[in-house]
Nanobody, 118 residues
């Protein structure tokens, strides 16, 4: 099993920045990729950005140029730097991890709320 714990969410004004963190523990040797997903009320979770163990990233067009995913393998931690936040970025953000390099992983964090006020 892999445990994921997110932190860093909160309330920010439009144009502001936040940095989310996700710390992985447990069977981390089984993780080949991690990612951030978000969920709007009444909607399915959608990919924000993913990163493999080799550092290959994939970022959704809706956040490209504003959000940056990174990871510190020594700390078993993944980050999402979110700049130029917009009210439409308001959502619950989830950390995800798994063995697959391309598909959504099996493990999820508990989610962290990001609210952007106009």
């Amino acid at each position: 099993q892999v445990q994921l714990v997110e932190s860093g969410g909160g309330l920010v004004q439009s144009g502001g920045s936040l940095r989310l963190s996700c710390v992985a523990s447990g069977r981390i040797f089984s993780i080949n990729a991690m990612g951030w997903y978000r969920q709007f009320p009444g909607k399915q979770r959608e990919l924000v950005a993913r990163i493999t163990n080799d550092g290959v990233t994939n970022t959704a067009d809706s956040v490209k140029g504003r959000f940056t995913i990174s990871r510190d393998n020594a700390k078993n931690t993944m980050y999402l730097q979110m700049n130029s936040l917009k009210p439409e970025d308001t959502a619950v953000y989830y950390c995800n991890a798994g063995r697959s390099y391309v598909n959504v992983g099996d493990y999820w964090g508990q989610g962290t709320q990001v609210t952007v006020s106009s």
